[in-house]
């Protein structure tokens, strides 16, 4: 084993958690680099894959494990060459378990048989959901402290 390098590349990602009971955390996320490009792995897919715990190092603190069940929602900058927030996706509001409301688009994945929220809501087991809001913020939200969502009109 000596001289291997057992170090996963990764990227760091600046994100505000909010967490139960805790309330917020600031901090930075650690994705993994995929492919020849080396491109940071989606937030979502990090949240929503088996592991139940998230590595998070808080600001000025020393790294934790959050349990990814106790994680209300996380909040971060988009990556992504995204179109604009407006251009596509469902318009709604979800109000949050601690009566936050939160007002963005949920466009991840969509397909034209799934159109209303209740589908997009429904469509799998996967409990964090992404929703993006003004000025590139993108919300994971955890759909089990979503008390109730309403789709908005255009």
Known sequence: MAGVDLKIPTQALEVKLWTYPDGHVMGEIFLGLQGSEMRPEDPLKLLNDGGRFLVVRPRGGETRFYNKSAIVRMDYISMDA???WQAQGIP?????????????????GLTNEEQRLLDYLNRSQEPFMKLYGKDD???LVNKHYVVHAAQKPE
């Open 82 to 84: 995204a179109p604009s």
């Open 92 to 108: 709604c509001t979800l109000s949050m378990i601690d009566g936050t409301a939160l007002f963005g688009r949920l466009r991840e």
């Open 137 to 139: 913020t993108v919300s």
